[in-house]
């Protein structure tokens, strides 16, 4: 299951969520989304994990909990086709 992991500190490292999501179980990715620019964290990424009772129990320990002074949001991640299309201006 894929998770999106956001309002992260702009710190926070791969390693870091690959850390704290592997107490929960087998963590098969981690990404955190950076700016193309500056290499800055956006505050936001992915963790995939394959089994889906571990991601479960993931989402429940740590969706609002203070993850390094920010209450982090966690929950199953939405496939790309399933969001609403922002407009260009």
Do not use: C, H, W
């Not at 994990?49 to 740590?62: G, V, Y």
Request: no cysteine; charged share 25%.
């Amino acid at each position: 299951m894929k998770l999106y992991v956001g309002n992260l500190p702009y710190s926070v490292t791969s390693d870091d969520l690959r850390t704290t999501f592997a107490e929960f179980g087998e963590v098969a990715s981690v990404d955190v989304i950076t700016d193309k620019y500056t290499g800055q964290s956006k505050g936001f990424g992915f963790v995939e994990m394959p089994n889906n009772s571990e991601a479960d129990a993931a989402i429940k320990a740590l969706n609002e909990s203070n993850y390094k002074g920010r209450p982090m949001r966690v929950n199953q991640a939405k496939p790309r086709s399933d969001r609403p299309s922002r407009p260009r201006y």
